[in-house]
């Protein structure tokens, strides 16, 4: 699967590149450059964070979903328990 960005999102991540070169690096790097260094890392890494990612959530909603039980859990057959518990009480 091809980790695609949107324009906005490439342009604000190509100008972060090129800024933490000019601010970390000896070399400035320019646009171009840094478009490619910014394909490298979506297609080399950009897999490994997606499955992070996606591993996380699984690990979330399977946490959700074991909880569920209690939320929405309905006592079955009750209908004469009420009127058991009504004799009783006489």
Not at 12 to 25: D, L, P
Not at 65 to 72: C, K
């Amino acid at each position: 699967m091809t980790i695609e960005l949107t324009r906005e999102d490439r342009t604000q991540a190509i100008a972060s590149i090129e800024r933490y070169f000019r601010e970390n690096m000896e070399e400035k790097i320019g646009n171009v450059a840094a478009g490619g260094l910014l394909g490298f890392f979506l297609e080399e890494i950009g897999p490994a964070i997606y499955n992070k990612a996606v591993a996380d959530v699984q690990e979330k909603l399977q946490a959700r979903i074991s909880e569920l039980d209690f939320e929405v859990h309905e006592d079955e057959f009750t209908y004469w328990r009420k009127f058991d518990k009504a004799r009783k009480g006489r």
